[in-house]
């Protein structure tokens, strides 16, 4: 039950999102920011980013809870190794200077 109420959550705060940005490009096409031609580019984003963004966690929770425990364990050992792999790989490297004699 806390998956429906999530989602509920979830897909109330995409709408305020999806509002805000419609109200955002109404404002820049007012002022004349966004050129006439690529207003209707811009909602065709949006709407589908609000799409993509409203269907993509359903199908994860349904995904999510089919999965038997091991196989999520599993999932989740093999996303911390990724990252950890990222973050070891991506770290600055400490400059190293030849000593001179």
């Avoid at 509002?19 to 207003?39: E, G, H, K, P, Y």
């Amino acid at each position: 039950m806390i998956e429906s109420t999530l989602f509920n959550g979830w897909v109330s705060l995409l709408g305020v999102l999806a509002t805000f940005a419609l109200i955002v490009i109404a404002v820049a096409a007012m002022l004349r920011i966004i050129r006439s031609v690529d207003i209707l580019k811009h909602i065709g984003v949006l709407v589908c980013v609000v799409i993509l963004l409203t269907i993509l966690p359903g199908i994860l929770i349904h995904a999510w809870g089919a999965l038997a425990i091991w196989q999520q364990i599993g999932l989740l050992a093999i996303g911390i190794g990724i990252c950890l792999w990222r973050y070891l790989s991506w770290r600055p490297r400490r400059m190293r200077t030849k000593r001179t004699g």
